[in-house]
């Protein structure tokens, strides 16, 4: 028996998709009426360049990962990065392997590890006072562009560095470097001076059902 049957073109609407001419043209219309207010949102902003402080806080997982994504992004451009971590000890991360290997980073890893590790006040202190005069000295470089300063917020919050001189030499920084501070517990006159407030919510954290810090994950 011969099959007649002529196979549907390709381009053919499938049955139940044919196309409305009205529903398209409301479509267009609604998107059209879009991004006329985009554009003029767009041409309102006359600020072309400007080194932000950026604050990635919050109970929520990720203030980290996103300024470390930041960096990425900013190697990317051929941008000298600085790292300074705070608090954190002194053990081998992904993120540091792989930015290093990306590009120009200056990298400084001076925390001794938790408070409640280390529990000598004295010593916390004095690793918060290096870590900040390293940040200090990358701000200072003409040729770095982005500067992360990887959980200042909880050197800030057990008072490990004093928040007037912080804020001040966050507020004195040259007009061109973007700057990024992560950490739960921003205090509020950093939120205050800063161009972006990121805050991080907590849902749910796999730590809760007994899930331990993994390679690749948490470091």
Do not use: C
């Amino acid at each position: 028996m011969t099959d007649n049957t002529k196979a549907a073109p390709d381009h053919a609407p499938k049955s139940g998709t044919a196309p409305d001419p009205e529903a398209a043209e409301r479509h267009r219309r609604k998107m059209a009426a879009r991004k006329a207010v985009q554009d003029a949102e767009v041409a309102s902003k006359t600020v072309t360049e400007k080194g932000l402080l950026m604050v990635h806080t919050g109970s929520g997982k990720g203030k980290s990962t996103a300024a470390f994504g930041l960096a990425v992004r900013a190697l990317g451009h051929g941008w000298p990065v600085g790292v300074v971590q705070f608090g954190k000890g002194a053990w081998e991360t992904g993120e540091r392997r792989v930015l290093e290997a990306l590009g120009d980073v200056r990298w400084h890893t001076l925390g001794e590890g938790f408070t409640w590790e280390t529990q000598d006040r004295a010593r916390d202190v004095a690793a918060a006072e290096r870590a900040f005069a390293a940040a200090e000295a990358l701000m200072a470089d003409p040729a770095i562009r982005l500067v992360v300063l990887d959980e200042l917020n909880i050197a800030l919050r057990y008072e490990h560095l004093d928040l007037d001189r912080v804020v001040a030499a966050l507020k004195g920084r040259r007009a061109d470097l973007h700057v990024v501070v992560t950490g739960r517990n921003a205090k509020p006159a950093l939120v205050e001076i800063a161009d972006l407030v990121t805050e991080m919510t907590l849902v749910k954290h796999h730590f809760q059902a007994g899930v331990k810090a993994q390679a690749g994950i948490e470091w």
